[in-house]
């Protein structure tokens, strides 16, 4: 009978040992699992200051390039003629006319996306400038339209205006501003 107690014992005190195994196993598994939690925020938290970072460095190089187009665009310019009228299109008449002064020193074609840079606006405003700058100057600012309603805009010097002019229609001209209208 010694025996048999000795040996229900031994069973229990391996029960107890096992079970013991068993429940140390599962800590360490819950610790485990806690440790990885938090490692797992960590790198969400690293991940999301890592986004916030890029979208600065995408937001300042956006401003890095508006910033060197119109310094290009300024390059070599002279400094804009100071108004001394205060109305409300003051912004307007003064960039149309930096827009004047940029496209008289350089002549060329220009598309509306193209002034869209130099100038540092946007479309709208740019569109309006273009037009407003036709009013100021029609002698020498020509606005044109290309395929799929692409304005074009470009400075005719003296000698090609006085020629234009001979040809020029007004039909062509009020057309345009039409256009325009709807466009803005």
Known sequence: MFEEL???????????????KEAQAMIT????????????????NDVELLGRLLDQVDRLSKDVADLKSQFRARQGRPAPVPEVASNEGKALDNH?????DIIAERPGRYTTSELVDMLGLNKTTVISVMKRALDI???????TQGKRRKLYLSYVPDEEANKGEASASSGDSDRMKLELMAMT
């Open 137 to 143: 100057d029609p002698k020498h600012v020509k606005m």
């Open 29 to 44: 598994l819950v610790s485990a699992i806690e440790k990885m939690s938090k490692e797992m925020s960590s790198k969400e």
């Open 96 to 100: 149309a006319r930096s827009l004047i």
């Open 6 to 20: 000795l040996e229900l014992y031994k069973t229990k005190a391996e029960e107890i040992e096992r079970d013991r």
